[in-house]
């Protein structure tokens, strides 16, 4: 296995850990009245501000570039699909965030909403990731040579260096924290 696909593999296992505390979550969002958007709204932003989008950064703007470049004939489809498919997550949460603006005091039609969008985000991403380590990922360990392998880390760790030096990465981490906790 390639440390680029060993990187990315540890990311979605990462990601597998809130999305599970999130779905959890959203079940019991559908009976507590006493949950409201704002108990989502912390970890909402640790999981797409800096888990996901920062993981789909790296394989959308460093590993597919790199993989494009080597012209290999089954790879252009594969990395159509990878964009493809983040763009929809992408939309998936969109619909979720804009169930979750709709302002703190939710009824039960607003809950369920928010509930089913945040679940469809959820299962498709989970789906993501398992088609990526079942598909894609062995084929880029395939092509990967030494040499690129290690740049490609190096690039992945600095993208997190520098998430480390935003402001507000160690409060996102916290509250991501809190809320497996609080969830699992
Ligand atoms: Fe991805
Ligand atoms: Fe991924």
């Known amino acids: 296995m390639s440390q680029t ?11 597998r850990r809130f999305l599970r505390a999130f779905l959890q979550f959203l079940k019991q969002i559908a009976e507590d009245t ?4 704002r108990d989502a709204l912390g970890v909402m932003e640790f999981l797409s501000e800096s888990a ?14 790199e993989l494009a470049r080597m012209r290999e004939t089954m790879v252009p489809e594969a990395l159509q699909k990878i964009r493809a498919e983040h763009s929809v997550g992408r939309e998936l949460l969109e619909e979720m965030r804009g169930e979750m603006f709709r302002g703190p005091d939710w009824g039960p039609g607003e809950r369920a909403r928010f509930a089913a969008a945040g679940t469809r ?3 498709f991403l989970l789906r993501h990731m398992l088609a990526e380590e079942t598909y894609f990922f062995p084929v880029v360990d395939e092509l990967l040579s030494a040499d690129i ?9 600095r993208v997190d260096e520098e998430f480390d030096q935003m402001a507000d990465a160690c409060i996102l981490r916290t509250s991501g924290d809190a809320f497996i906790r609080r969830y699992t």
Do not use: C, G, I, M
């Not at 006493?34 to 958007?37: F, G, I, K, R, V």
């Not at 996901?52 to 570039?65: M, Q």
């Open 52 to 65: 996901l989008l920062r993981h789909e950064e790296k394989e959308e703007s460093l590993l597919l570039p």
């Open 149 to 157: 392998d290690a740049l490609l880390v190096r690039d992945f760790q």
């Open 121 to 123: 985000w959820v299962e």
């Open 5 to 15: 696909t060993q990187h990315l593999r540890e990311e979605h296992a990462q990601a």
């Open 34 to 37: 006493a949950l409201d958007s």
